[in-house]
């Protein structure tokens, strides 16, 4: 094979990482969608990295660019132009094949619509991305996310027979259990009453401080981005500000005046 295609394609189990690496981070980030005037831009020319260990929460009117961002820099889609990086990997120089491997090995996904197999018991659902890699379950660690998430006891059931809470918390026990470098997370508790939001965003909030794991999250909710380390805040595919250790009362009066500021 060419060394090209070799590149192209990626053995990401090979790739070396530096410790002040950032998790994932993205160059001069533009997505356009359409041609000529019914063109729109959704990224216009975002930087950011998104360092390893840490909770970011991605918030914004609709319409504002915070899903494609999140999935442009997962390889669900691709940038218009600019480059994404998860590690030292970049997306950008990759064919289909190649970010089908990164986002397999080295990325976790949380969606608001859970996307499991109703077919498949919550184990089997858990275990699905594992079983697909071909990869060993680290049975330890695999305990230890099932227990935090209180799925022991439904862990022979199938989606139908659980409750929407306890499937989302099957969802983000597959995010997790193959020790993704990053998970994404998009509006997860869309779905979800107010106690189960609570129950996951403690577990992600869990996640970051006790074993390092890195989340980016996308949400219209100022409560679940104060479980966050940082809030980003965008506005016609731009990014226009950002607030640390938020509180559900800072972000709300970060949200008031990025809106009376608007044209």
Known sequence: MASGN???EHDVGTTES????PAA??????????VGDAAVRALDGI????????????MGPSGS???????????????????????????????????TNVRRDKVGFIFQSFNLLPTL?????????????GRKVDQAWLDQVVGALQLADRLTHRPGELSGGQQQRVAAARAFVAHPAIVFADEPTGQLDSHSSAELLGFMRHVVDEFGQTIVMVTHDSNAASYADEVLFLADGRLVDELASPTPTSILDRMKTLAGAAP
């Open 6 to 8: 070799a590149r192209e």
């Open 65 to 99: 660019g915070k899903s494609t961002l999140m999935h442009c820099m997962a390889g669900l889609d691709r940038l218009t132009s600019g480059s994404a990086w998860i590690g030292v990997i970049d997306l950008t120089t990759l064919n289909e094949k190649g970010v």
């Open 47 to 58: 930087s950011r990295a998104f360092p390893a260990g840490r909770f970011t929460a991605i």
């Open 121 to 133: 018991t919550a184990l089997e659902n858990i275990r699905l991305p594992l079983d697909i890699a």
């Open 18 to 21: 530096s410790a002040d690496q």
């Open 25 to 34: 981070r993205i160059e001069d980030a533009v997505k356009v969608y359409g």
